[in-house]
């Protein structure tokens, strides 16, 4: 008899456990879904997980708190070959229920922002690691495009006093970059008592020992290399075999790491790269600080540009679905993410374009050399 007692009343323990999930679920606190997915294999294998690691931390925190109103931020990572993401994003969508694609890869985010299948299940693509341009209404950027990373950078330098520079593009960059570099720059003329500056454009067809042979009897004071780490790194080896140590100026995208071995230890010329977050070591901004503690907490790692870029995204997010209730979806989430949100001393605006930053600053990575 106790055993049927006993049976009845698990049975009757399941059902209420059954309905108070229900009843959770239809008062809106069912998980929030986040997916990335990523190109598997890819270039940027090792700064999406960063990037990752970074968001996740926040999450974390805010799980620690309770959620977004109640509801637990739960994440879904898959990769994928470039002709899987678009069937790999829908199964995401349908199969694990996420409701925002996060932190996708630069080579997948063009067919993903293209998919009607996407589109039409109104999940934007939050954050994409890529500063490529894409005039599709659900990618949202939390950096400004390259073109706007290369011409800040250029800025800069000009105001260390960098009268001479070329601009190395990478076949099948943007042809059209330097004749928009030259363009930004026309109307600006140098201040009494400074050189005329001088802007020589190249563009990498081959090896890049032929065109460094170019670039070094010129002595330009820095080389902004427009393209991936292999190409950045190839162009300055090329270059300090020519007897040239300026300074290298990379993208964001570019991997310190990957980019200082490739140099090797020859190679005692200024690294610089540009970076569209704070510096996420400094603590000069507030999110920058929470973000070293979270990365104590949580995860026991040190704190870089791509982890900050992350975390930054995340906490947009959260904030934008707590300001909005928590429990807007579809296009109301699309809506709720087209905010202006400060994330701690950081501004992220989507309320005039697709694009919430154009924060650009330069950042000095020891050589290996030095």
Not at 72 to 99: G, T
Not at 229 to 256: I, K, M
Not at 316 to 335: D, H, P, S, T
Request: hydrophobic fraction near 45%; aromatic fraction near 6%; charge should be positive.
């Amino acid at each position: 008899m106790w055993q049927t007692l006993a049976r009845r009343s698990a049975h009757a323990l399941a059902c209420a456990a059954a309905a108070v999930t229900l009843a959770a679920q239809a008062q809106g606190n069912a998980p929030f879904v986040v997916g990335q997915l990523v190109e598997r294999g890819g270039a940027q294998a090792d700064y999406a997980r960063d990037f990752m690691a970074g968001a996740k931390v926040a999450f974390d925190a805010a799980n620690q708190g309770g959620g977004i109103k109640g509801r637990r931020i739960s994440l879904v990572r898959r990769e994928a070959a470039q002709n899987e993401a678009v069937p790999q994003a829908v199964d995401m969508i349908e199969r694990d229920r996420v409701e925002v694609l996060f932190g996708v890869s630069e080579r997948l985010l063009p067919a993903l922002a293209a998919s009607p299948e996407i589109t039409r299940r109104n999940v934007p693509l939050l954050a994409p690691l890529s500063g490529a341009t894409s005039a599709s209404d659900n990618v949202l950027f939390i950096r400004p495009d390259y073109d706007h990373e290369i011409i800040a950078a250029h800025n800069r330098l000009r105001q260390f006093g960098m009268r001479r520079i070329a601009l190395v593009t990478a076949s099948g960059f943007d042809p059209q970059l330097g004749a928009r570099l030259r363009s930004a720059l026309a109307g600006t003329a140098p201040a009494k008592g400074e050189a005329a500056e001088v802007l020589d454009l190249y563009t990498l067809t081959g090896e890049p020992g032929e065109l460094a042979a170019r670039i070094a009897p010129t002595k330009p004071t820095a080389v902004i290399v427009a393209g991936d780490t292999l190409t950045y790194a190839g162009v300055g080896r090329a270059l300090a075999q020519q007897g040239w140590y300026g300074f290298l100026v990379g993208l964001s995208s570019v991997n310190p790491l990957v980019a200082r071995e490739i140099l090797g230890s020859g190679y005692s010329g200024g690294m610089l790269l540009a970076q569209t977050v704070p510096n996420a070591a400094s603590g000069n901004t507030k999110v920058a600080r929470e973000h070293m503690a979270r990365m104590k907490q949580f995860l026991d790692e040190p704190p870089s540009a791509a982890t900050l870029s992350g975390y930054i995204a995340a906490t947009y997010l959260i904030q934008a679905m707590n300001a909005a209730g928590g429990k807007v979806a579809g296009a109301e989430l699309r809506r709720a993410l087209q905010a202006r949100v400060d994330v701690g001393g950081f501004t992220l605006d989507f309320t005039r374009g697709n694009r919430g930053s154009e924060f650009v600053d330069l950042n000095y990575i020891q050589g290996v050399g030095n």
